[in-house]
């Protein structure tokens, strides 16, 4: 793991979609250092708060030395970073955890749901490069709040939405079809990933197939606090931000999963 | 050029630290976890609070973050004294920074269980007895109640030579009580304090934030409280007081220091600013020398033996 506290400023302010904030940031070492499914603990001084918030990188660019965060705002914190812009300075700790084992050659099904879709631009375009087939399932309330199929160029993007103003109607885990030989990389609310668990379990596709990038709440990102804590499949507990926040969906105790997911 | 101020500190049985600035339990881990930190800027490490046996901890939620600080209920989560003796320690003798061990029981069997499996073992310089638990017996916090403080200090120091720190609990009736009874029992340090009793309410959900109902409160909300428990209590002890209470700033620790403390813990602050120690560190130095002095023990602002109490 390489962790540093490095100077990073805010080129791009955007709107990828309705209720969410893209902040583009120059920074070459972190640009440089991400892997596809890691973090960043992003320090917010919105009054009265003390602790950084972390966040996946959406995407990077090395050789322009950027890299993107896709978010909501959820509370204070992300408030005052969702009013950010070119000029500003971030305070970055990472990258920070594991990122998604990209390794193999079969292809691979993405699966978002909401805000868990921010994880997934750079993710997709590794894979992409790697020469793995993609298939992008996108969930979201409503079509104003898919992130654009654009962001995923040259891979076939299906959409659910819960109100049905764009491509099927209900949950973006009902889109999974063909399951033969692939693997699936998933990030959403948990209720999301628990249908997905149940889904996968009905047609006999092994949980190590899966993998999730899991959201709890989290302290300091690096392993000391201990408050990341997720339920382990023979019990006792992962640190999300150590032991993911990518991982295995068979290391995780699904039924003593909380629900803490703010996408 | 003037020259460097000394900022050692001696806190007891032969325990010189090379700053007065440490790290709290629980907000450093064993000390691995944090690379990017240059250890040997620290006065020394204190450990996660470590048990008999290993612990998984609490059910999430675990942590909460609350105006200015944090609550946590992570439950003692912790390899065990066995997995410390064997795998950590033999890391920690190869380290130049003390490392302290923080201990945590449920009874006086227990601690004493802990500390004699780690008495003796290369690499451990001393412990810090965290009293904020329950007591199986009685339920009571061993740190609540000044006798049973005294006691479990007391069945400790029996069976080691090394430095032993007691980490004083604030939610008491008269922590002064409690200080004068475990330094009476052969505390060698006090440290003070541990987190505050709180909690917090999802109010959308209707239900506690964390899985447990309450946590403790760290970080800056607590200082001004903390601050004060040190004042009262470095006024009635004679031993060294570690002051602890959302220390952020080279000023924060100066105000801890001011009030008698012979050094501090920096604790929530290292999982926002890992380089906090050194800061803090480089701070006080710099505020030595505007002052003119040459080392910390000018820096209360009373003395036990000038001031009696009111």
Redesign the interface.
């Known amino acids: ?1 390489s ?3 490095v100077p990073a400023v805010v080129v791009e302010r955007s709107i990828p979609m309705a209720g969410a904030i893209e902040l583009v940031v120059y920074d070459p070492p972190a640009a440089a250092a991400v892997k596809p499914g890691q973090f960043f603990q992003v ?1 917010v001084s919105a009054p ?5 918030r972390p966040y996946s990188a959406a995407w990077s660019d090395p050789a322009r030395g950027r890299l993107g965060f896709i978010f909501n705002v959820v509370g204070a914190g992300s408030a005052w970073l969702a009013v950010r812009h070119e000029g500003h300075d971030l305070d970055l ?1 990472g990258p920070l955890g594991r990122g998604f084992d990209l390794e193999s050659e079969r292809p691979v099904i993405c699966i978002a749901g909401g805000l868990g879709v921010a994880v997934f631009p750079g993710v997709v375009q590794a894979l992409v490069a790697r020469g793995r087939e993609v298939t992008m399932l996108q969930g979201a309330r409503t079509a104003a709040q898919l992130l654009p199929a654009d962001r995923f160029a040259a891979v076939d993007v299906q959409v659910a939405t819960d109100d049905g103003s764009q491509g099927h109607r209900g949950s973006v885990v009902e889109l999974l079809t063909d399951f033969t030989s692939l693997d699936i990389f998933a990030c959403g609310p948990t209720p999301m990933l628990q249908s997905l668990v149940k889904a996968t379990r009905r047609m006999d596709i092994p949980l190590a197939a899966i993998q999730v990038a899991l959201e ?16 382990r499949r023979e ?3 992962l640190l999300t931000c ?1 032991d993911g926040p990518c991982v295995r969906a068979d290391r995780i105790d699904w039924d ?1 999963m ?1 629900d ?1 997911f703010h996408g | 050029m003037a020259e460097s101020p000394d900022l050692t500190v001696d806190l007891g049985r032969g325990l010189r630290l090379r700053s007065p600035v440490l790290v709290a339990s629980g907000t450093f881990g064993y000390g691995f976890d944090a690379p990017q930190v240059d250890r040997a800027a620290l006065g020394a490490i204190v450990t996660k609070g470590t048990t008999l046996r290993p612990q998984e901890g609490n059910s999430p939620n675990r942590i909460a973050e609350t105006p200015s600080g944090m609550l946590n209920a992570i439950g003692l989560q912790n390899p065990g004294v066995d997995h410390v003796a064997r795998v950590y320690a033999p890391v920690w003798a190869t380290w130049d920074v003390p490392v302290i061990v923080n201990v945590a029981g449920d009874s006086v069997d227990d601690y004493v269980a802990v500390i004699s499996r780690l008495d003796g073992v290369a690499g451990i310089a001393g412990f810090e007895l965290n009293i904020s638990c329950p007591n199986v017996i009685n339920g009571l916090q061993f740190g609540v109640e000044p006798g049973l403080a005294s006691e479990l200090t007391g069945a400790v120091r029996a069976v080691t030579r090394l430095p032993l720190w007691v980490k004083l609990t604030p939610n008491v009736t008269d922590i002064v009580a409690v200080a004068r009874g475990v330094e009476a029992a052969g505390a060698d340090a006090l440290s003070a304090v541990n987190t505050y009793a709180g909690m917090a309410i999802d109010v959308r959900q209707r239900r506690p934030v964390l899985s447990r109902g309450n946590g403790g409160l760290s970080g800056p909300a607590i200082k001004p409280l903390a601050l004060y428990a040190v004042w009262q209590i470095a006024n009635e002890v004679r031993i060294p007081v570690i002051g602890i209470g959302g220390i952020r700033t080279p000023a924060d620790a100066l105000e801890f220091l001011l009030a008698g403390a012979s050094a501090v813990q920096l604790g929530t602050v290292n999982y926002i600013r890992p380089q906090a120690a050194r800061e803090v560190h480089e701070g006080i130095a710099v505020y030595l020398r505007e002052q003119g002095l040459r080392d910390l023990r000018g820096l209360p602002i009373r003395s036990p033996s000038v001031l009696t109490h009111a």
């Open positions: 793991m962790t540093a506290v320090a009265h708060t003390i602790l950084r700790l709890t709440p989290m302290g300091c990102g690096v392993g000391t606090c201990l408050g990341c804590a997720a339920p019990g006792g507990y150590q003593r909380l803490t």
